[in-house]
């Protein structure tokens, strides 16, 4: 009998005889169907490529794991932390890390900027100096040699490379009491731009120094550092390497990953998704409204032949199945429609890059399995949902005249 009521089912979907009212409302709810998977898939899929593409612009902003004082800004014992990540076999390279906000001027201009003082090894934990589209990075032989965003450079003017056209950078002092002259106020440096790098909307405004050059601003001993930051050899043991410095360095030391350093940032992503999928997630829900309509026009429309087949001993419960499988096979129907059309919309995308964002980025896409079970399932319920409650027909509505 269940194979009877799927087979009416598949006949009164796919058969071009009957009414041609029922034939458009129903392919009209496959259509709207297919439509609203479509777009949902390619959002989501919008969404996935642009969880990559900020993960690829804030590579450089954190390390796998930092080190920072749990109370005050400098790390304290620096000459035990250093021992235990030198012993540590996880740890490929570490880096210490200062930075400030500073003021920088230059030929009459000012602005506000971030200088964060590196030593040589940084570039083995975060290499920005990949990023440097003109001039070089800092050889680090000298002090006041650095590197500047694109953007902070561009306002100020500053000629790269250049060997005689110094900036400088003003540094305020903390302290009270009364100010009796200039060098009360702040220390100051001039400074020579080697090279200019990218920030890529992440590291906007920021100073590449060497670390000494910030020692030296902000007064402190040598050896000093903000935080230290830290490449493993093997990203994936970043929870078991965490656990590791806890014990060795104690309280006194906190130990961030660099999801838990972008924890803000990660999550304004995952509620944005989240929203976006709550919208696409309606937008189905209100599409399978015509799959409503559509089983309804079918009762409507059949009604004689079910008191045929009721009259012929075709029990009600798979009459019921006759109209819930109608709806599921439109559902299906639009789901496998929409999420090829979906996906052949997406490696349009990624070959052509047809649509940009701006003038340069076009929208990134990536083509991953969750998202096909993510939207699959939500159509699903929904379209199941509604044809189910609908096919809920009683006996007295198709034997009355």
Known sequence: MKNIAFYIASRYLLSKKGSTAVTFITWLAVGAMTVAVTAMFVIISVFSGLEDLNKELISNLHADLTLKSSSGKTLKDFDKINSVLKNNKEIS???????????????????????????????????????????????????????????????????????????????????TGIINKEEDIYNKKDILVSGVFAGKDQLDNYIIAPVELTEELLNLPKHSAYQIVIKLKNPENTDSVKQQLISSLGKNIEVKT???????????????????????????????????????????????????????????????????????????????????????????????????????????????????????VTASLFGFGISWTFSKISKDYITKN
């Open 93 to 175: 390279n570490f880096s210490r890390v200062i930075e400030e906000k500073v003021y920088i001027s230059y030929n009459g201009k000012g602005d506000i900027a971030y200088l964060r003082g590196v030593d040589s090894a940084y570039t083995k934990v975060n290499p920005i100096n990949k990023d440097v589209f003109y001039g070089a990075y800092p050889s680090f032989k000298y002090s006041n040699e650095v590197l500047m965003e694109n953007s902070l450079d561009n306002r100020l003017s500053i000629p790269v490379p250049s060997s005689s056209d110094y900036a400088t950078i003003f540094m305020p002092k903390p302290g």
């Open 258 to 376: 660099k999801e838990e350093e972008n924890a803000a940032f990660w999550k304004m992503i995952n509620t944005e998704k989240l929203f976006i999928y709550l919208i696409f997630a309606l937008v189905i829900f209100i599409t399978t409204f015509n799959l409503a309509g559509a089983i309804i026009i079918l009762q409507l429309d059949k009604k004689e032949q079910a008191k045929s087949l009721i009259s012929l001993g075709f029990p009600l419960s798979h009459l019921r199945q006759v109209y819930f499988y109608t709806g599921v096979l439109i559902v299906v129907l639009g789901i496998i429609s929409g999420l090829l059309i979906g996906t052949g919309l997406c490696y349009f995308q990624q070959f052509t890059e047809f649509f940009k964002a701006n003038e340069t980025l076009p929208f990134p896409v990536k083509i991953v399995g969750k998202n096909y079970i993510t939207v699959a």
